[in-house]
């Protein structure tokens, strides 16, 4: 059983937006970090956008065009992207993990949702 689960990606034309959503399909252990990961194809995956109790980070190539946000729900979260780029093609993963201090403990990753920009 995948530990998380991804939906919302699809395709769209430059400019536009798309919504991405994770949840835990349950038996995570405690976790203090989601974040959503992408990788397009001969490249290496990348970190788009962590929360850690509140705060948030982003790659310098998504800032103020994405928004991750934490869902009512355990262990989900949400990435709004706007103003898509042909680049911001990939497959998005979730994850979810422990991280104590700057040191990860344990993680786990969604299967991944595939994200195209058209121009």
């Known amino acids: 059983q995948v530990p998380l689960v991804e939906s919302g990606g699809g395709s769209v034309q430059s400019g536009g937006s798309l919504r991405l959503s994770c949840a835990d399909s349950?038996?995570?252990?405690?976790?203090?970090?989601m974040a959503w990961y992408r990788q397009a194809p001969g490249k290496r995956r990348e970190l788009v956008a962590s929360?850690?109790?509140?705060?948030?980070n982003y790659a310098d190539s998504v800032k103020g065009r994405f928004t991750i946000s934490t869902g009512n729900a355990r262990n989900t979260v949400h990435l709004q992207m706007d103003f898509l780029k042909p680049e911001d093609s990939a497959i998005y993963y979730c994850?979810?993990?422990?991280?104590?201090?700057?040191?990860?403990?344990?993680?786990?990753w969604g299967q991944g949702t595939q994200v195209t920009v058209s121009s």
């Open positions: 994850q979810a993990a422990y991280y104590s201090g700057e040191s990860l403990q344990y993680d786990y």
């Open positions: 349950g038996g995570l252990f405690t976790i203090n970090t």
């Open positions: 929360i850690t109790n509140g705060r948030t």
